[in-house]
């Protein structure tokens, strides 16, 4: 399984931006999918998943800001952001399959390369 995650760049504070991830190699339906940010020192933390069609869930510092859309038949989810921020700075990822424990979410497969979003003025 892999992940192809892209999109990212650079931004100013209060703009927009799209992430796209394509997963490839899964068999069959996916479960959930979603997204994962990381920056230097600190362990990768979800930002936002798609559990199914009807269900998502959201990082508290994202909230009403990001969105996250999933194409199932492409194996792909989109997340959406505004009013970005330069804490939201940092290395996207994706990854599916996804299993919650407790207060947090655990990923499938070995992850890809990500993306980065640098959000500075």
């Known amino acids: 399984v892999q992940f192809a995650e892209s999109g990212g760049g650079l931004v100013e504070p209060g703009g927009t931006m799209r992430l796209f991830c394509d997963a490839s190699g899964i068999i069959g339906s996916v479960g959930a999918m979603g997204w994962f940010r990381q920056v230097p020192g600190n362990r990768r933390e979800m930002v936002a998943v798609s559990i199914d069609d009807d269900h998502r869930e959201y990082a508290e510092s994202v909230k009403g800001r990001f969105t996250i859309f999933r194409v199932n038949a492409e194996k792909r989810i989109i997340l959406y952001m505004s009013d970005l921020k330069p804490e939201d700075s940092g290395v996207y990822f994706c990854?599916?399959?996804?299993?919650?424990?407790?207060?947090?979410?655990?990923?499938?497969?070995?992850w890809g390369q990500g993306t980065q979003v640098t959000v500075t003025s």
């Open positions: 990854n599916a399959d996804l299993r919650r424990e407790s207060t947090q979410w655990f990923a499938a497969y070995d």
